[in-house]
């Protein structure tokens, strides 16, 4: 399987043996031995389906494909890179916020609930299943991880958010007291709220 | 490789967030905090944000914070949890004074403890903070201390503390070229003539980048001092203005 690694904490290196990583679209860097880039497609690589969705739904993502062997670098405006370990299991990323995947990993598009109207961000959050590691951006600093159990579920700025995973009820919250904490004008008008189990990720720059 | 995943309980109470210079982590446990807005990025507990204009706290409010001007920019944040802030990318830091007082840029102050009143100072765009507590400031690079006498560019400056309020210098050559030059000069501009002079004891804190965040304040403090003008005043406000948009081709 394709590995990533870290070169510092905002160069992502990809060691290709024969097989494909997906990237966001103009991350690579520079590049090393025999590489062959191509557009994944309109669905990012997950078929007509992911793709008519995407469409529909206006949740935009951009993957190439990378496939030979060799060795890639990728970075986006200097912000800062978290590779995280995917066992069978889902991820919910901010689509602008996933730069690689490597391994038995499929995308899709989910419909996250019902948003303000005022979010450039979409009605739809995109999925990341399977196993193998994903690469995740975060702007302004490292990426933050916050465990939610029961006992501690937590509250987020959406445009703050990055991904989450496990078992976790993602809602919509239009607090009052929340609204008059946010920014003049440009800020959400909602929050983020997550219960359940699971780990959400943050950056500390706001979109 | 892996991320620390971080809990209630592993988070700091009023630190940084660990490895992490540009979030910070408020324990609120009772006590109130004044808070910028568009700070928090996510909060575990309960913790209610009032605006300033509606709080229940309007006491507190009145005697700790003299700025009608940037009373639209704060909220109070109460109740029991952990609050996680941060500001754009910008390294936060948290000092503490003791019965001391500091002039701050308004932009880069993100949050205050109630022991701390604030006013606005005399300089545009800067707030003094006057009392016993801890403040959040953010600045764009790591935060340098120095102590007068100095100069320093206006851009890069955080704020000061202790030492008088500084003056506008004019570098000596610049100051030259102006005086000898026809009236209305407006060449030759570095981007360095102009400079603020620290005299006196005190320290002074200095970011290593002169990039300022917004002049929204800036903006807003202005427009605040065009209030005593005069008709008269105020057209030949609006004809310079003027003047300079149209020279700059809008």
Same mark, same amino acid.
């Given at each position: 399987?394709?590995?990533? %690694?870290?070169?510092?904490?905002r160069?992502?290196?990809?060691?290709?043996?024969?097989?494909?990583? %997906?990237?966001?679209?103009?991350?690579?860097?520079?590049?090393?031995?025999?590489?062959?880039?191509?557009?994944?497609?309109?669905?990012?690589?997950?078929?007509?389906?992911?793709?008519?969705?995407?469409?529909?739904?206006?949740?935009?993502?951009?993957?190439?494909?990378?496939?030979?062997?060799?060795?890639?670098?990728?970075a986006v405006d200097a912000q800062d890179i978290t590779?995280?370990?995917?066992?069978?299991?889902?991820?919910?990323?901010e689509?602008s916020q996933?730069l690689?995947?490597?391994?038995?990993? %499929?995308?899709?598009?989910?419909?996250?609930?019902?948003?303000?109207?005022?979010?450039?961000?979409?009605?739809?959050?995109?999925?990341?299943?399977?196993?193998?590691?994903?690469?995740l951006l975060s702007a302004g600093g490292p990426l933050i991880?916050?465990?939610?159990?029961?006992?501690?579920?937590?509250?987020?700025d959406?445009d703050a958010f990055v991904?989450? %995973?496990?078992?976790?009820?993602?809602?919509?919250?239009?607090?009052?007291?929340?609204?008059?904490?946010?920014?003049?004008?440009?800020?959400?008008?909602?929050?983020?709220?997550?219960?359940?189990?699971?780990?959400?990720y943050i950056q500390p720059e706001e979109r | 490789?892996?991320? #620390?995943?971080? !809990?209630?309980?592993?988070?700091?109470?009023?630190?940084?967030?660990? *490895?992490?210079?540009y979030a910070?982590?408020?324990?609120?446990?009772?006590?109130?905090? $004044?808070?910028?807005?568009?700070?928090?990025i996510?909060? =575990?507990?309960?913790? #209610? $944000?009032?605006?300033?204009?509606?709080?229940?706290?309007?006491?507190?409010?009145?005697?700790?914070?003299?700025?009608?001007? =940037?009373?639209?920019?704060?909220?109070?944040?109460?109740?029991?949890?952990?609050?996680?802030?941060g500001d754009r990318g910008f390294?936060?830091?948290? =000092? *503490?004074?003791?019965?001391?007082?500091? !002039?701050?840029?308004?932009?880069?102050?993100?949050?205050?403890?109630? &022991?701390?009143?604030?006013?606005?100072?005399?300089?545009?765009?800067?707030?003094?903070?006057? &009392? !016993?507590?801890?403040?959040?400031?953010?600045?764009?690079?790591?935060?340098?201390?120095?102590?007068?006498?100095?100069?320093?560019?206006?851009?890069?400056?955080?704020?000061?503390?202790?030492?008088?309020?500084?003056?506008?210098?004019?570098?000596?050559?610049?100051?030259?070229?102006?005086?000898?030059?026809?009236?209305? $000069?407006?060449?030759?501009?570095?981007?360095?003539?102009? #400079?603020? *002079? $620290?005299? &006196?004891?005190?320290?002074?804190?200095?970011?290593?980048?002169?990039?300022?965040?917004?002049?929204?304040?800036?903006?807003?403090?202005?427009?605040?001092?065009?209030?005593?003008?005069?008709?008269?005043?105020?057209?030949?406000?609006?004809?310079?203005?003027?003047?300079?948009?149209?020279?700059?081709? =809008?």
């Amino acid at each position: 399987m394709a590995q990533l %690694r870290m070169q510092g904490h905002r160069v992502l290196v990809a060691d290709l043996t024969g097989d494909t990583v %997906r990237a966001i679209t103009g991350s690579m860097v520079a590049y090393e031995g025999k590489v062959a880039f191509k557009s994944a497609g309109m669905g990012g690589g997950d078929g007509f389906k992911a793709a008519l969705k995407r469409k529909v739904t206006g949740e935009s993502i951009s993957l190439m494909e990378m496939s030979g062997t060799g060795t890639v670098y990728l970075a986006v405006d200097a912000q800062d890179i978290t590779i995280v370990e995917l066992t069978n299991d889902v991820m919910n990323v901010e689509a602008s916020q996933l730069l690689a995947l490597a391994g038995d990993l %499929r995308t899709d598009v989910k419909f996250s609930g019902l948003r303000g109207a005022t979010s450039g961000q979409g009605l739809f959050t995109t999925t990341v299943s399977g196993t193998g590691h994903v690469a995740l951006l975060s702007a302004g600093g490292p990426l933050i991880a916050l465990e939610v159990t029961p006992q501690y579920p937590l509250v987020a700025d959406p445009d703050a958010f990055v991904a989450f %995973r496990g078992a976790l009820n993602q809602s919509f919250v239009t607090d009052v007291t929340w609204r008059s904490a946010l920014g003049g004008g440009n800020g959400e008008a909602f929050s983020l709220r997550f219960d359940g189990q699971g780990v959400v990720y943050i950056q500390p720059e706001e979109r | 490789m892996s991320i #620390q995943i971080h !809990t209630p309980a592993s988070l700091p109470s009023n630190d940084n967030v660990p *490895d992490n210079d540009y979030a910070f982590s408020i324990e609120l446990a009772g006590t109130p905090w $004044f808070t910028s807005k568009g700070a928090m990025i996510a909060y =575990y507990g309960t913790v #209610q $944000f009032e605006p300033l204009s509606r709080t229940s706290l309007t006491g507190l409010v009145a005697s700790q914070f003299s700025s009608p001007l =940037y009373a639209n920019d704060w909220v109070i944040a109460q109740g029991h949890g952990k609050l996680i802030l941060g500001d754009r990318g910008f390294n936060i830091n948290s =000092y *503490d004074l003791d019965d001391a007082n500091l !002039t701050i840029r308004a932009s880069n102050l993100l949050a205050f403890e109630p &022991g701390l009143a604030l006013k606005q100072s005399i300089v545009p765009g800067f707030v003094t903070l006057l &009392g !016993t507590g801890k403040f959040l400031a953010s600045s764009n690079g790591q935060v340098m201390f120095a102590e007068p006498p100095l100069r320093i560019d206006p851009q890069a400056l955080v704020g000061w503390a202790d030492c008088p309020s500084p003056s506008h210098h004019f570098d000596a050559g610049w100051m030259h070229n102006f005086l000898s030059a026809a009236a209305g $000069f407006f060449g030759m501009a570095s981007g360095e003539e102009r #400079q603020f *002079d $620290f005299t &006196g004891a005190g320290t002074v804190l200095i970011q290593s980048s002169e990039k300022v965040i917004d002049d929204a304040h800036l903006l807003r403090h202005i427009e605040s001092e065009t209030q005593p003008l005069s008709q008269a005043s105020l057209q030949q406000l609006h004809r310079s203005i003027g003047a300079r948009l149209t020279q700059d081709g =809008y």
